[in-house]
């Protein structure tokens, strides 16, 4: 199977970019969440990504934006699934992974998720952009509007080089300055404070996403 067949099913499929790391750039993963730890055999990493509709983030309610971000989920989640059955029809050991929950780990304490696998470290390592002081990963066409799957293959594939762009401005720390809970310093996010502000539930019981200040005041927001 090459690159460019499987890049082009994603596409097929709904991502807007696709980029193939080879598993010997997750060296530093944590025991456990590396792709080897997930998938025995595992050579390569297809890391993908859909473009996040911007327009909700606008919106004086949490709704909108929580809808979208959960039907990005749903979007990715099917890309993985359907690529990885592609895949597996076609003979090749494939593993989907889950663009959101379920958590294989969670720090009760520090309220710290962490899925099987990063994505964002995963999206970096397969060049499809770089994390910027929000942790967020920010793709140069695309901004940081955008959201990740990825499936882990047994074959070695043409690997995409890492980017080389730079997309934090000397000197910028709008996202650190504007984050209501301090949660950020420029490297990690505090999970707990980040939740405190950042989920909640509406008063007839709905989940939503009740901040994204760090997203939204990121100049590159929409592509760099
Ligand atoms: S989502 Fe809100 S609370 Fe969480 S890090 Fe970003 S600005 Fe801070
Ligand atoms: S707001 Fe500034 S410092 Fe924060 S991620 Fe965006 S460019 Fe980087």
Redesign the pocket.
């Known amino acids: 199977m090459d690159a460019a067949t499987i890049k082009e099913w994603a596409g097929v499929m709904g991502a807007d970019i696709c980029g193939i790391a080879p598993v010997d750039r997750f060296a530093d993963a944590p025991p456990g969440f590396h792709p080897a730890d997930i998938c025995e055999g595992c050579l390569s990493v297809i890391v993908f990504a859909s473009r996040f509709p911007t327009n909700s983030i606008y919106s004086s309610s949490p709704a909108p934006y929580t809808f979208v971000r959960n039907r990005m989920v749903e979007r990715l989640d099917m890309i993985s699934f359907a690529l990885s059955e592609e895949l597996e029809r076609a003979g090749i050991v494939s593993v989907p992974i889950p663009s959101s929950e379920p958590y294989d780990f969670w720090d009760a304490d520090r309220r710290h998720g962490r899925g099987i696998l990063s994505l964002k470290h995963a999206g970096v390592l397969a060049g499809l952009g770089v994390l910027g002081k929000?942790t967020l990963l920010i793709n140069e066409t695309f901004g940081n509007m955008i959201w990740l799957g990825a499936v882990l293959v047994s074959d070695e594939l043409a690997a995409d080089p890492v980017a080389s762009y730079t997309v934090c401005a000397d000197g910028c720390s709008l996202c650190l300055d504007?984050?209501?809970?301090h949660?950020?310093d420029g490297t990690t996010?505090d999970q707990r404070r980040?939740r405190e502000?950042?989920m909640s539930s509406t008063e007839g019981g709905g989940w939503v996403l009740s901040?994204?200040?760090?997203r939204k005041v990121c100049p590159n927001l929409t592509g760099i």
């Open positions: 929000n504007s984050c209501p809970q949660a950020l996010i980040c502000r950042s901040c994204n200040i760090c």
